[in-house]
């Protein structure tokens, strides 16, 4: 085999691979479970309810409906 074909035989990449993207149901690593609390504490820190924590009357159009067991 000549060179030229053995430089022709080669896969020569023409354009990158798609970055592989996890799906909505991959379980995330512990490092991204780390992150996410790490970041969630961070967005907590020295936060305060500014509004009146009397919601019952704001929540007095909800009802509980208890499912019906599966026939």
């Known amino acids: 085999m000549s060179p030229y074909d053995r430089l022709m035989a080669e896969a020569i990449p023409t354009r990158l691979a798609p970055p592989k ?3 909505p149901n991959t379980p995330w690593t512990p490092e991204q ?3 996410h609390c790490t970041d ?3 967005a907590l820190e020295g936060w305060h309810w500014e ?3 009397s919601l019952s ?3 007095r159009h ?3 409906v208890r499912r ?3 026939a």
């Open 51 to 53: 509004d009146d924590t």
């Open 40 to 42: 969630l504490v961070a």
């Open 57 to 59: 009357a704001k929540r």
């Open 68 to 70: 019906a067991e599966a």
């Open 62 to 64: 909800l009802r509980l």
């Open 21 to 23: 993207t996890p799906g």
């Open 33 to 35: 479970q780390a992150q």
